[in-house]
């Protein structure tokens, strides 16, 4: 029975992921992200440290945050993550914990992250130590860099390019299979106060293009709505945040042919700035 739902794991990640044979499960982590369709290359939050880390820098407080991903029909996919983002006198550090599966199988991700502006463009890089596990398999582990680059062209309208395991690991020591490396670039327009569009695509060498797009919609200044699309493979996304003095709360969901509905809810607080 054990090796049975081993191998519906892998069957399933081989369908649903987007990544690489290694590394099977996205870290693009965050429900905001996610509900925009995951087109983060221009986000600029606590969560920029598991999606684009150039977006830390425009992190103005400290602040905490944690997230929890469930598949109700699958709960091997379940994922969370924690990030915690730190202004510093030269930019903005941050620090993510990543967990994703269950004790059968799982990927677990401790990662490290520092950005910060020089006139138009905010840059910034981040380290990652991973470790995958299955039972009966044992464990592997690596070290990642990501990197990434966001340009404000004009004040409402940014571009934004992130890479993904640039330095593509070995997870063996006889050198055989690497981990992945990834390249998305997108835009991120503020078309108006209350109206935010983005769009994002995603290539891995071994995987067709992924094209993304969100909007958010700021209904009020504590309400915002979104939603956003995928294409290749194919899915739907919606979800709202929710703003209440120093505490951010954010909901997602996601459709998909290939995993079903998957719900996401996090939440960060943003402590006071000193100054």
């Not at 993510?96 to 138009?120: I, P, W």
Request: aromatic letters at 10%; proline letters at 3%; one cysteine or more.
């Amino acid at each position: 029975m054990t090796h049975l739902r081993y191998t519906s794991v892998i069957v399933l990640l081989i369908l649903s992921s987007n990544s690489s044979n290694a590394q099977s499960a996205s870290c693009l982590m965050g429900a905001r992200s996610m509900s925009m369709g995951y087109a983060s290359a221009c986000l600029k939050d606590e969560w920029s440290v598991f999606n684009n880390v150039a977006g830390l820098a425009k992190v103005e407080n400290l602040a905490t945050a944690f997230t929890y991903q469930a598949f109700p029909n699958f709960s091997p996919f379940n994922r969370m993550a924690a990030a915690v983002a730190i202004p510093v006198p030269m930019g903005v550090s941050a620090i993510g914990a990543y967990r994703f599966g269950d004790d059968l199988y799982n990927e677990q991700m401790l990662s490290a992250g520092f950005a910060n502006t020089m006139g138009l463009a905010s840059l910034g890089i981040r380290l990652n130590y991973i470790q995958y596990h299955a039972e009966g398999f044992g464990t592997t582990r690596a070290v990642s860099v990501n990197a990434g680059g966001i340009v404000n062209i004009t004040p409402s309208f940014s571009i934004g390019a992130h890479l993904i395991n640039i330095n593509q690991p070995h997870l063996t020591r006889s050198g055989g299979e690497t981990l992945p490396a990834v390249m998305m670039l997108g835009f991120g327009a503020e078309v108006s106060d209350h109206l935010f569009i983005a769009g994002e695509i995603e290539k891995d060498l071994l995987y067709p293009l992924t094209l993304k797009t969100g909007l958010e919609y700021q209904v009020h200044k504590k309400l915002a709505l979104r939603t956003g699309i995928n294409l290749q493979p194919n899915a739907a996304f919606f979800g709202f945040g929710c703003k209440a003095k120093k505490m951010v709360l954010d909901y997602s969901l996601q459709w998909s042919m290939n995993t079903g509905t998957n719900h996401q809810a996090g939440v960060s607080y943003r402590f006071k700035s000193k100054k």
